[in-house]
């Protein structure tokens, strides 16, 4: 029994070391945080803030207070274009996730957006 029990064990430990998945959120690189109808949405370490408002995803229960906040893997997601002209643009192997005028909480575009891209 303790011979099967310790090699349970190690084939648990041993998938559980090599196993690192790319994208942890089900909906991608991106997944949105706080719940209706007292929201306080906010990220995580190792997470970049893609976008900020009271409603989320589309068809989710709108927020009384606070807001939801579309939260995006560091790993998988970086802010493009910087101020005052942004005019930002993915590069090839990247999607367009989100787009603001102070998209990364620096400075913000006189002229063209920041652009939120993850690679695809």
Same mark, same amino acid.
């Given at each position: 029994?303790? %011979?099967?029990?310790?090699?349970?064990?190690?084939?648990?430990?041993?998938?559980?070391?090599?196993?690192?998945?790319?994208?942890?959120?089900?909906?991608?690189?991106?997944?949105?945080?706080?719940?209706?109808?007292?929201?306080?949405?906010?990220?995580?370490?190792?997470?970049?803030?893609?976008?900020?408002?009271?409603?989320?995803?589309?068809?989710?229960?709108?927020?009384?207070?606070?807001?939801?906040?579309?939260?995006?893997?560091?790993?998988?997601?970086?802010?493009?274009?910087? %101020?005052?002209?942004?005019?930002?643009?993915?590069?090839?192997?990247?999607?367009?996730?989100a787009e603001s005028k102070d998209?990364?909480?620096?400075?913000?575009? %006189?002229?063209?957006?920041?652009?939120?891209?993850?690679k695809d």
């Amino acid at each position: 029994m303790r %011979a099967m029990l310790t090699s349970v064990m190690f084939s648990c430990l041993f998938a559980v070391g090599f196993m690192v998945p790319t994208t942890v959120f089900a909906d991608g690189p991106c997944q949105w945080r706080g719940q209706a109808p007292f929201c306080n949405g906010s990220c995580q370490p190792g997470e970049t803030v893609g976008e900020r408002n009271k409603q989320g995803p589309a068809g989710s229960k709108k927020c009384t207070t606070g807001t939801k906040v579309k939260c995006c893997l560091n790993s998988i997601c970086t802010w493009r274009g910087k %101020a005052p002209l942004c005019n930002a643009k993915c590069q090839k192997n990247e999607d367009v996730t989100a787009e603001s005028k102070d998209g990364d909480g620096g400075a913000t575009c %006189a002229t063209g957006k920041k652009k939120l891209c993850c690679k695809d």
